[in-house]
Each structure stands twice: as C-alpha cells, then as structure tokens.
C-alpha cells in the first residue's frame, strides 16, 4: 500500500513537472511574440512599419494589437500614429470622456452637472478606408438612440451627435480632440447653448 501510494506520488510530481515545463515554454514563447512585434513596429524602414501594423491588425489578436498601437503612438512616425488609431477604432465598441469641471461656467449651465461630467458613446461601422464611423450617444433609456457620425483624421477625432440632458434639454453636440503619446485624448465638447468645455478619455 506505501509503495502504490509512493508511485501515486512521483506520478503526480513527474505530471505537475511536465505541464510547468509546458507553461513555461509556452509563455516563452509568447514573450518572444510580443519582443518581435516591438521590433516590428520601431523597424527602421517607414514602409515596413506600416506593413507590420496592417499584419498585426488583421490577426485579430488582442494583446498584440494592444502592444502594437501603444508601441506606435509612442514613435515620432506620424503616418504610424494614424494608421494605428484607425486600428484602435476599427475594435473600439465604446469609449467615455470625462467632462471637466468649470463652475464659472457651472453657474448658468446646469445641464452640465446633470451628465455627471460624463459622455458615453457606442461606437460601430467603423470605415477603415475614410476613417468614418457612427457613434450613438448612450443614456439610461435604452429606448433612446442619439445617433450621430465620427471621423478620424490623423490623429485628430471628431465626433457630432445629438445629446439629451437630464433636465429634457436637446443640444448638438461636437466633440473635437487628438490622442497624445500617452494614449490620451483630449480636447473640447461644444453643445448647443453651453459654454464649451474640456474632454479626456483614456485609451485604455
């Protein structure tokens, strides 16, 4: 009985053993993935760059999209910075911008502290080719569709919808911003009637 359940035993660690090797390899393997899409993206040919970015697109691989649009808005190539926010927004499905906070402005714009300094979009059909894309304003009824249009142009992203306001108001709203290297974007949200206000959304 000792000896069966000492067989047992180193079967048990002989298997643990085998499938840490396994993981081991594996996650190597990976590792040396995600280093060559690094080289990729910073390869000293521009024309490769963006072939290498169209490649990783396509593989419909999350975290090496992810690494590679980090990777690329980081270069000074402004032309890699473009093509990858269009692959940022080709897998986008929604993104929130924060309002800031302007009590000036506060005072006689109350429909602005009815938002919660907050503007939630639902992103789709995105066009790779123009950059155009829809965009519907969410809000807690989802009987409502605030359906609008977006475009991104270089780095710069405009997005035009209609807004509806706690207090029952409707305002156009356009919103206009560029992502930095520190995959931010910022800008300002300009809405029928109310004064302008800075916006900010995080990348990830």
Known sequence: MIRRLFVIAVLI???ITQSSVSLAA????RAERLAEIQRQINDPNPLMRLAYMEEIAASGDATAIQLAIRTAMATDDEQLQSLSLRVYFSNLRSIHFQVESNQQADSDASDWTRVSYSLGYIIGNFDSSTGGFAAQYITSNLSDRYMGIGQVSGLVVRIQTPVRFQSGAGR??????????????????????????????RMY
């Open 172 to 201: 156009n709203c356009n919103l206009f911003l560029e992502a930095g290297e520190d995959l931010v974007f910022r800008g300002t949200v300009n809405c029928d009637g109310l004064a302008p206000r800075t916006i900010f959304a």
């Open 26 to 29: 594996s996650a190597n393997s």
């Open 13 to 15: 660690a002989a298997g």
